[in-house]
């Protein structure tokens, strides 16, 4: 490799660094990452930003940009504290009925929206239910992060490594129902069992707390039922529009910026209220990663890398998918899977190439449910799981990076080790 080669790698190594020890925030690096690559030649403006194969992802970024609006807009209607507190009801108190029902409840609606936006929502209405149960918050909220991931990895838009894929990829909507969701299904029964072996003999019915929390109605939580019902018709389209996909021949970016537009157009939510809710340090962290990226397939960086690993599994696929697999799972517990994702999507897509596509593509899964499940390894993991941290710390619970870990690692090693039979027997028996 060039002395340009090098250089590109210690920069991207030491942005990378700097994102898994959050020694500064993950913003700043990703931008001063993309900004030396830029300052170096690494990458040009072209390259990085107009291009047909751009560095920056436009696909990704405008679907997240446009989930986000719609997520703010269905946060104002109430519609996940009433999914909550009708979850405790139907519980009737009992704290480990109700950790099943809000895993269940977060783990759909990570698949049908995204995780973090999931999170962000759930969490704090839990910390609502345990205070009124008097029951610890803290297992609720690692269970509903590792649901979150485990969820997510079903569709398209539930886990942004997913989106990160289908674009390097080319894979629809109905690919990922396809090939992820079955699997997740099965993978969400056996961490409901682990949930009891972790959580579940630790948790106290209190009868009289639950007396009080079946006092509540949940329909006083919906604070507007109009656009409640405008916001779900927006959402349903939404999803149609990701399924019908190979007969529309839309791609998810636009169909997501479209249901946006077309709810804040026909809703009393102004402009203004609709763009504070969207995380734009997500979508900017985002962009400064994409370039950094950009500028390691640029200087050939990705190309050496890929060349290597062909040689290294001597093209046998069944060996590659599970290193795949394995390394990904791996990775992603050490550091966010999103920058993981992002940077060793270029290398699958070459080794899908040089396998010649077909059976081949079951690498692209390989990768996502390695990445997805990974990243419920540690609390560093999955962007999920550092915002129930944050949330947590904030309600006067703190949880620590071991106390996430230490039921992470199981979870993560059970799934993964499901996994793999699950790829050989549907891809390459």
């Given at each position: 490799m060039s002395v340009l080669s090098w250089v590109s790698v210690a920069v991207f190594l030491a942005a990378y660094t700097l994102i898994a020890t959050e020694k500064i925030h993950r913003v700043a690096a990703a931008l001063g990452g993309a900004g030396i690559m830029l300052a170096i030649h690494a990458t040009g403006a072209e390259a990085a930003f107009f291009s047909e194969h751009a560095g920056i992802d436009w696909n990704v970024i405008f679907l997240l940009l446009g989930m986000m609006i719609i997520v703010g807009v269905l946060k104002e209607t109430g519609v996940f504290e009433y999914l909550a507190i009708w979850a405790a009801k139907r519980a009737r108190g009992r704290p480990f009925r109700l950790m099943v029902l809000l895993v269940l409840i977060t783990a759909g609606a990570s698949a049908l929206l995204d995780n973090v936006t999931t999170v962000l929502l759930i969490a704090p209405v839990t910390f609502l239910v345990c205070e009124r149960l008097a029951v610890n918050p803290v297992p609720f909220l690692i269970a509903e992060a590792m649901a979150s991931n485990?969820?997510?990895?079903?569709?398209?838009?539930?886990?942004?490594?997913?989106?990160?894929?289908?674009?390097?990829?080319?894979?629809?909507?109905?690919?990922?129902?396809?090939?992820?969701?079955?699997?997740?299904?099965?993978?969400?029964?056996?961490?409901?069992?682990?949930?009891?072996?972790?959580?579940?003999?630790?948790?106290?019915?209190?009868?009289?707390?639950?007396?009080?929390?079946?006092?509540?109605?949940?329909?006083?939580?919906?604070?507007?039922?109009?656009?409640?019902?405008?916001?779900?018709?927006?959402?349903?389209?939404?999803?149609?529009?990701?399924?019908?996909?190979?007969?529309?021949?839309?791609?998810?970016?636009?169909?997501?910026?479209?249901?946006?537009?077309?709810?804040?157009?026909?809703?009393?939510?102004?402009?203004?209220?609709?763009?504070?809710?969207?995380?734009?340090?997500?979508?900017?962290?985002?962009?400064?990663?994409?370039?950094?990226?950009?500028?390691?397939?640029?200087?050939?960086?990705?190309?050496?890398?890929?060349?290597?690993?062909?040689?290294?599994?001597?093209?046998?696929?069944?060996?590659?998918?599970?290193?795949?697999?394995?390394?990904?799972?791996?990775?992603?517990?050490?550091?966010?899977?999103?920058?993981?994702?992002?940077?060793?999507?270029?290398?699958?897509?070459?080794?899908?190439?040089?396998?010649?596509?077909?059976?081949?593509?079951?690498?692209?899964?390989?990768?996502?449910?390695?990445?997805?499940?990974?990243?419920?390894?540690?609390?560093?993991?999955?962007?999920?799981?550092?915002?129930?941290l944050g949330i947590a710390a904030r309600n006067g619970t703190p949880i620590s990076f071991w106390q996430f870990t230490k039921y992470g690692l199981i979870v993560t090693v059970v799934t993964v080790v499901l996994v793999a039979p699950y790829l050989w027997l549907r891809y390459l028996l």
């Open positions: 485990i969820g997510g990895a079903a569709t398209l838009v539930g886990d942004p490594p997913n989106i990160i894929i289908a674009s390097r990829a080319g894979l629809s909507y109905n690919d990922f129902l396809i090939h992820m969701a079955p699997m997740v299904i099965v993978l969400m029964a056996v961490f409901v069992g682990l949930c009891w072996l972790m959580f579940g003999r630790a948790l106290r019915y209190d009868p009289d707390r639950a007396e009080e929390i079946m006092a509540l109605d949940e329909r006083e939580a919906i604070a507007d039922r109009r656009l409640l019902w405008q916001s779900l018709a927006v959402l349903a389209l939404v999803m149609a529009a990701f399924v019908l996909h190979p007969v529309l021949h839309y791609e998810p970016s636009v169909v997501a910026l479209l249901g946006a537009g077309v709810l804040v157009a026909v809703t009393k939510v102004t402009t203004e209220q609709a763009i504070a809710e969207v995380e734009w340090p997500t979508l900017v962290f985002f962009a400064g990663l994409f370039v950094m990226v950009g500028a390691l397939v640029e200087t050939g960086v990705i190309g050496e890398l890929s060349r290597a690993a062909v040689a290294a599994t001597d093209g046998q696929l069944t060996v590659t998918t599970m290193g795949v697999l394995g390394i990904s799972a791996v990775l992603s517990a050490v550091v966010d899977n999103i920058p993981y994702v992002a940077t060793m999507s270029p290398i699958v897509e070459q080794l899908v190439h040089a396998g010649g596509n077909g059976s081949a593509q079951v690498l692209w899964w390989a990768l996502a449910f390695g990445a997805d499940l990974g990243g419920n390894a540690t609390a560093v993991g999955a962007a999920a799981n550092v915002v129930v």
